[in-house]
């Protein structure tokens, strides 16, 4: 499975963004997908995952209530709606794939797209 992350830029504090997961190569339906980011000087760190059929997701504290990870099978695409930003949110973020069962440690993912670096403005 090959991942195209895209949608980051830069934006103000509170305001919002779309990052977008295409996939291509694969049973994307087949596969779970997660969202990490990694800030200047930080480690990666988990973001959001996506259960295969998208009935399950879970969520990184920090950003329970203010991110939305969501999955059209149909096109092939995982999405993380990301509101309310906060300047701590600047990072660079990856999507990341597995077939059928991934939880929130990198190690769980075998794919992994480019990045698109998100920068929030205060």
């Known amino acids: 499975v090959q991942l195209q992350a895209s949608g980051g830029g830069e934006v103000q504090a509170g305001g919002s963004v779309r990052l977008s997961c295409a996939a291509s190569?694969?049973?994307?339906?087949?596969?779970?997908v997660g969202w990490f980011r990694q800030a200047p000087g930080k480690e990666r760190e988990f973001v959001a995952r996506i259960s295969r059929g998208g009935g399950t997701t879970n969520y990184t504290d920090s950003v329970k209530g203010r991110f939305t990870i969501s999955r059209d099978n149909a096109k092939n695409t995982v999405y993380l709606q990301m509101n309310s930003l906060k300047p701590e949110d600047t990072a660079v973020y990856y999507c990341?794939?597995?077939?059928?069962?991934?939880?929130?440690?990198?190690?769980?993912?075998?794919?992994w797209g480019q990045g698109t670096l998100v920068t929030v403005s205060s």
């Open positions: 990341a794939a597995n077939r059928y069962y991934a939880g929130a440690r990198s190690l769980d993912y075998d794919y």
């Open positions: 190569g694969g049973t994307f339906s087949s596969h779970v």
